[in-house]
């Protein structure tokens, strides 16, 4: 790290942050100039746990290095692979996560399932367990709707993404998926993401709206730092001031991730916007940016849904994204299955 | 609720949204014009539960009614009060929580609570479990630290505020605390929002970097409808480009939430602003703009703590700071203890 | 637009606005409800002109109809096509503005335009006005560098697309350029929008980094409203927490836009990112987002530019870039020239 | 400046920036680390100017001096004090700026100016020229405005306060006004703040919606280097996601930029705000947090304004505002006339 010293600082202030860094451990290098002294430290300790900052002497601390290691591109160069169920995700092929925002019913999830499954998609989503703004919505049909991905997942292949919100469903939400998703809300749940890096099952970890992608990449870190390597990054809309749509959609964020780690990236263009009109455009921009896979809401009815109908795709409308999505895979050199 | 149907849509679409709005129970008004057709609905449903906006001849759906109710000063005209050993809150007397960011050990806290004490503060701060941003800083002392606040609240007569970042660890916290915390990444963690709802402890709810105000409310309306009604809530910065500081600290959040609902607001100026330097001049303005308390940051010596020792005053500038307190207090009608 | 009155307005309140609105022209429809009394007012003015905020009985304005008139696709539904020198813009074919930041020398900015004509783009960008946050950085060759332009032109067939600054220096502007621009910082400068607006040129126009996309489009109406039609919007990001890239592009704007309006829609990935690396993907996903063109920084020697060197292709990554967005233009059903 | 060479990065990649940068006249201090090297470089140019990010071995170029110098208090201790018709800003003594958002007629210029002195306060507000982001609204009455505000003072002894919009109209502006006012969206209108920099006057420049605080000391700086040393600063909100209120009022830039720079700094909480409910509570928190003054937006009757009546406050609110400014200031150490 470096420690910018504030201008006309003494050198007993000067002494005073060196001593203090060299006792917890780090070799300096000192180097005083006309405006500004700055101080070069080596070591291991991240910045935040060092209190320089707290000496009035101190103008700014400067970290070196990232953060995260195990996520770090520096620690492993090439991508990787994440096999789960028969498919692979992060190689060439991209990949389809689609289905309804919630369970809602039997009848809905397996002809969402039918319709996913047709197109040529490889995974389920929907949500057993809700996280709702507001206490008076649905909730989820919790354990039952659990019950009814696995149904689906027999009938259909698919493999079954949904989101567990608690340490205490994990358990019985890890028996039924094939991969578990961490929530935006729950980004940085750091209780819950230490219980997930414990399960043998990958991981989707959604971008929490108001998360910097260093910030993102520390919550994989924490998930990998428990033992689970498996992680699948998700982009999915920042906060801003644009109100238009529901978030906006960091896409570059797709490739300075690439860039930064090695893990692979998807992209939910539909809960990032919030608006059905919008998530055919983005979810092939998604895919021209370099993302691994999407992430699409596709419901039988979606003006008849229990939880974000605004936001889900038609059959119809989907089955035309597949197609197009195909052609996009092509033109950057990837295949669908 | 109010629709505003898509320039031209046709009258089989306007049927369409009547019908489907009739069939929810909603009462219709409906008013055609030149540009737009407009449908009033009349009924209790949240919009985002209804469908709507899936439909293609919809332009857009805004809501009437506020969504939270139990929060809202419509619903309860005059202040919440909250009685808890031995002090009042949300009335006339402003109180001051304070102490170290998180329990390091025995004598770090001993010291903190008697200058708290001392100082004239009622309430005693520190994390025994902390969210860290990395895997590899400081985790806080748990159960042992719990029980060190305890031994504080016990040698000072200080109340003890202390955050709880999981449903699993609820009890012991509650056991252990005064009033119970939300962290502001945990403002919807709508399974923790559940269990605190059923303890018979008050909560301070801090407000999440990336909520709107409605958002906070409706996080408070989460706990309270699951029968805690006693929730104080507490503005602590909210994430926006402005990077010098490390959130925004959001003041205005203060006279608005007054006007919006019944329950007290604190405010956190230490953990909005990230830096020491600016909380005093922070923790005056927030009672000048009507907040029934704050939440400081003191440490008995900032530049040897483990976690955000950054932000935390010394014990003399905390000091002289409750001094300019006790004044600000007077000047907009209130009293400190 | 739609008036709610507080929760327990009387009747007097609710007179003496709807009196207001009947007094300045509206049509007025009054719904009393048991929570809250909406009148909706059928009328030409802004929302924003009536002072009905001001009155403390109001709760909440809400407008019905977009603000913009002559940039919306209801008042023009097909796509505004934009001929300048020879090229369609708006239409099937999709154009690539690119070039160096600012004009710096003869030799630089025709080895630059020299590349840019082989690589297949149709016109050139260059700054001889720079707006720079810094007094102390080079603020651009000015009438010398606008002269190199039109040499440029001649030299290469190339279309000239240059930043007007000053309503004073835009004559100029006008006469050496093909296309003016009005840059992102300027948006809202209405002094030279309406300048703008009498010029014969085409004008690109920057959405400013803190503009809704409904302030975007204002801004574009100013220009219409003063008699200049042919308006190019161009996205170059908005302003977020997210500090790793410059700003924040917003994407989504793209099919946005391209709903609400018809005017054609650019995107500018390097001011946007500011780190040349991620250019390219979010070049292709601008294509893929649908949009009309985008407009590239390179230069021949990036690391030598007296401007945004950081952000600038080099030759070699620009020409490998254009062989995408052929590739890409071809699979969303469109060309490149 | 420090620059932090990729991982791996070759001693070829190293030594070529280097020499880039001894060619351009730093000094080099090299350090050589197991991760990263590092290369300290002394000397005068802004990093910016120096194109070393578009080298692909360098993955950060950090700053170390801040960009501005004459705004910095670093170059002068003491702060400024602004003399202008007898009164001095940046003193003991706390002014209030108070006024209508647009001159609209003789009367109503009149009557607020007469209330406006009799409350105490010393400044007049008033615009003529009005950036409007509808070309539909009311634009002001330009010349006639400013001469009615020279009425205004000729009445009452208050010193003006008005907007410049262009450099074609300042010389006009600046011989009727006092202090001109540069606005929040020609923040960055460098060719106006150069302008502005030529004339007598001081300048009241407010923040821009988007700009962080180093940019808002670049603009002062603008100003400052072309020759005006009287700046005042004004801060008027930032634009974020929360949208209850028109921008979020960064209050704590009020000590900050009172650490960072020797420039009084007034807030304008009706601007920030949009709603005139919460203009006295934030107006008192400014004075609270170290404030040298507020701008205040009254209107005689803002139900009847033709611009920004929903954040206008009414005479009487004004008045009682301005008895409580009054205790306010004396709590801080301060005086109002």
New interface residues.
Partial sequence: M?V?MR?KATDDEIDAVVL?LENIGYQI?L?R?V??T?I?A?GNK?P?????????SVEKV?P??Q?YKLASR?FQEEGTLIRVGGVEIGGDTIHVIAGPCAVESKEQLMEAASIVRSSGATMLRGGAYK????????QGLEEEGLKLLAEAREATGLLIVTEV????TLPLVAEYADIVQVGA??M????LLREVAKVDKPVVLKR???A????WL?AA??IM??GNYNVILCERG????????RN?????????VK?LSHLPVFVD?SH??G????VP??A???????ADGVMIEM?PN??????D??Q?LTPNNFVNLMSDLK??A???GRKMP
């Fill in positions: 470096i910018i201008h203090r290098h180097s100039g405006e500004r700055i070069g080596i991240t935040g746990d060092v209190g320089l900052e707290a000496m009035p400067v070196i290095l953060p520096t996280p709702r703004t507001s206490p008076y919505s649905f919100m608690d340490a205490r809300r729950n940085q749940n750091f209780s929490g709206p108001s910097a992608i260093e910030e520390m870190e924490h730092a428990g920042i906060r801003s001031f644009e109100s238009y749509t906006t959609l960091d896409l570059t964020a797709v490739p300075v860039h263009p990032a916007i608006k059905w009109r919008y455009a983005m092939k921009a998604a895919i021209a940016a370099g419901h979606p003006a008849e849904a229990l939880s109908g605004a889900s052609k996009m092509g033109v950057v």
